[in-house]
């Protein structure tokens, strides 16, 4: 991961960078409380804490994923 994230609440954009995922993926997250942030306008402010100790899910249909 990205470590160019500094202070207590990054942005959307510097979340994704951190967790190497897309933004609209951490904006997902927030909406469904999978990740705890703070909505501030039309942006999410996260907690670094909380991004040091998410796992986002790997990409794709875990049914259509192949085994081994």
């Known amino acids: 991961a990205a470590d160019g994230i500094r202070g207590v609440s990054p942005t959307t954009v510097e979340a994704a960078e951190y967790l190497e995922i ?3 993926m951490v904006r997902r997250y927030c ?5 705890k942030a703070q909505k501030v306008g039309r ?3 996260i907690e670094k804490a909380v ?8 990409p794709g249909n875990p049914r259509f994923q192949k085994a081994g």
């Not at 909406?31 to 990740?35: A, E, G, P, V």
């Not at 991004?51 to 790997?58: A, G, S, T, V, Y």
């Open 22 to 24: 897309d933004p609209s």
């Open 31 to 35: 909406r469904k409380k999978k990740l």
């Open 43 to 45: 942006d999410w402010l």
């Open 51 to 58: 991004l040091d100790n998410f796992e986002p899910k790997p």
